[in-house]
């Protein structure tokens, strides 16, 4: 579904990442770890299509297809969404005209008419049941005024509506308490099929401890300098990053 | 249940299909200003001598007095000698087919959904089709009729209803306010009269565009809105298709007259030519616009302004009676080399009174844009109370916005509060748009909407929907 070869990506003069390779597949969950200022959000901004960045070299594809040309609402239409670790306020649009706006918007760029109001109505009770959303959420302005755990939320509740191919969650447990934490994990899990795959952003282990993945991959200055299954996260928690960076300095 | 499309369909179709006004008067005076140019303007519209004299009188004030430079715009004041101010609406040359017109236009109408034969009307492409529009407007003016409700143009006004404006006119903007409205009393020549009898309630939107003998609206155009005690009245003023016009400065003056107990709704969409990207052309817009409100009444103005070079605009209510109510809700954009100096005046004389402001300014491009408002209390006005909220939005990083807010109070009882903030709008912002598949026009259009709800909320549904467009339109490609 998603291959990364070689990439390199800048922002301004300073390159971030330097060399990534990973390839996921369809139904699977895959974590990517790593101290701050390793690259970690970069590279979800970079998969993302965030203009920011610039790609000196290598490329990703998607479904086969190479992602480089496509600006960034042309790859949500293709399936790739992103939970954001700060989501940003838009006062005066409310989430419901948001999540609407955002499932027509995709639809029509898929040649498909707009989505009936009661379906999309009947969907959007049934995922904030999944969420443990109150209803009142859905009028108030986006994110506007939202506390922390309200705006992951509310992020996990726009990957339910859109059902993307691809889903990054970037530090999604950042903010959570431990209640939230369980909600919001339990309902990405519901979200998950063999059709899908998630790519998992977390400083922490305890978030894997909910979700679960089958790959784990180590990001240490723009690099992947260790992948393995869930043990590795483990051992990232009891042993740190430090003999990671020792090793990648050898 | 209607989609906004549906809405929109329906508003642009109903605004022009009843027909244009042909019967165009040929003469025209020299160019210039003086007494005999007034009295030859009063007497081409068949005036009565109190009229006449009145705008003389106006025009002696007139001369006493110079043109404003307190606002924050800039620009070359226009030649009042070489303006012709008494000519027959001009007939443009007409076009033989749309592929003579500016494309930039066509691209904004269909944006809009304006009808091809609508399009042609508007940039003045010859059309064989003229809707009869004789019926419609009889059957309107037959329902207000039976209600008493006045709704024609200021000229015949002063012929058929001549206590009424002699009563009312200039009670509210007297000649000696301003500049531009002792030039308005002395030339207007064009102009709306409405009068809403006591008790009664309007029972539809009163727009311009139903008004009988409408010719374009009009270089000087003044407007005389009276609501009897008890009464209610939708005022919509202006459209969402861009204006062109061959006359760089207008300069209207518009007076409410809310009595006991009434209500006076205004709405208007203003989209004059701006001008084009680099900033030449477009109009000058020096509006004095005022309502006065009686013991209870309620008087709300609600405008979003795209248009125009440099608007200089202060919509304001005297609020005198006991318990009185003053509302300005506004939203204005600039955009490329745009100027506007707009806000409100709250001046609160009675007991009890209350206003609200809700401002907006948008500014995109080079633009500037400054909020300019006064809430005076008066010593008499024992527990008035105001509320301000003045925001700007910027986009990009070479536009202006200023907010001049002005507070006297003579009155210790009184509670005035403001509020402002400046945001600007975000890569942030349209880059999580863009994330979720919305694209970045739509994002802005989104976000600017957003940002305007509290306004845009006041308006009447239909205009609601043309003025979100509008928005969207006026701000195109001003980011990224």
Known sequence: MLKITNLHANIGDKEILKGINLEVKPGEIHAIMGPNGSGKSTLSSVIAGREDYEITAGHIDFEGEDLSDLDADERAHKGIFLSFQYPVEIPGVTVTNFIKTAINEIRKARGQEPMPANIMLKQMREKMGLLEIDSAFLSRSLNTGFSGGEKKRNEIFQMAMLDPKLAILDETDSGLDIDALRIVSNGVNKLKSEKNAIIVITHYQRLLDYIVPDFVHVLHQGRIVKSGDKSLAHELESKGYDWLKEEAAL | ?480
């Open chain 2, 1 to 480: 249940m209607k989609t906004e499309e549906s809405y929109l369909d329906e508003v642009t179709a109903s605004e022009y299909k009843y027909g244009f006004y042909t019967d165009i008067e040929s003469d025209k005076v020299p160019p210039g200003l003086n007494e005999d140019v007034i009295r030859i303007i009063s007497a081409k519209k068949g005036e009565p001598q109190w009229m006449t004299d009145w705008r003389l009188d106006a025009y002696k004030q007139f001369l006493k007095m110079t043109e404003p430079e307190w606002a924050n715009v800039h620009y070359t004041k226009p030649d009042l000698q070489a303006i012709s101010f008494y000519s027959a609406p001009k007939r443009k040359k007409e076009l033989e087919s749309l592929d003579e017109v500016d494309p930039e236009l066509l691209k904004t109408f269909a944006k809009l959904g304006i009808s091809l034969d609508e399009q042609k009307r508007l940039s003045g492409v010859a059309m064989d089709v003229v809707v009869d529009s004789i019926s419609v407007k009889t059957t309107f003016r037959e329902k207000l009729g039976e209600m008493g409700i006045i709704f024609c143009s200021i000229s015949d006004a002063i012929k058929d209803y001549p206590e009424l404006v002699k009563k009312y006119l200039g009670t509210v903007v007297p000649r000696s306010d301003n500049f531009y409205a002792a030039l308005n009393s002395a030339v207007f020549t064009d102009g709306s009269f409405c009068y809403i009898p006591k008790g009664v309630r309007c029972p539809m939107e009163l727009s311009t565009y139903f008004r009988i003998n409408e010719a374009g609206t009009g270089q000087f155009e003044r407007t005389l809105l009276i609501a009897d005690e008890g009464s209610y009245v939708s005022y919509l003023e202006g459209c969402t298709a861009p204006m062109r016009d061959e006359n760089q400065l207008h300069a209207a003056v518009v007076e409410l007259v809310a009595l006991d107990d009434a209500e006076i709704k205004y709405s208007t969409v203003q989209n004059w030519y701006p001008g084009d990207k680099n900033g030449k052309g477009g109009v000058f817009n020096f509006v004095t616009k005022r309502g006065i409100c009686e013991r209870n009444a309620k008087i709300s103005w609600t405008q979003v302004e795209t248009g125009s070079a440099v608007t200089w605009k202060y919509p304001s209510c005297i609020l005198k009676g006991e318990n009185s109510v003053g509302e300005f809700y506004s939203v204005a954009v600039t955009n490329n080399y745009q100027q506007a100096d707009t806000g409100t005046k709250m001046i609160h004389l009675g007991k009890n009174t209350k206003s609200t402001i809700i401002s907006k300014g948008i500014c995109a491009g080079k633009s500037n844009g400054s909020y300019r408002g006064l809430v005076k209390i008066g010593p008499r006005a024992e527990n008035a109370r105001n509320f301000s909220q003045c925001d700007s939005l910027l986009m990009g990083s070479s536009c202006g916005s200023h907010t001049f807010p002005y507070i006297e109070t003579q009155n210790k009882s009184a509670k005035v509060e403001h509020e402002a903030t400046t945001s600007k709008i975000g890569e942030d912002q349209i880059f999580y748009c863009k994330q979720r598949g919305i694209g970045e026009e739509e994002a802005i259009a989104l976000i600017v909407n957003g940002y305007c709800k509290d306004v845009l909320n006041q308006l009447p549904m239909e205009f609601a929907v043309e003025a979100q467009k509008l928005l969207a339109i006026s701000l195109e490609g001003s980011v990224g």
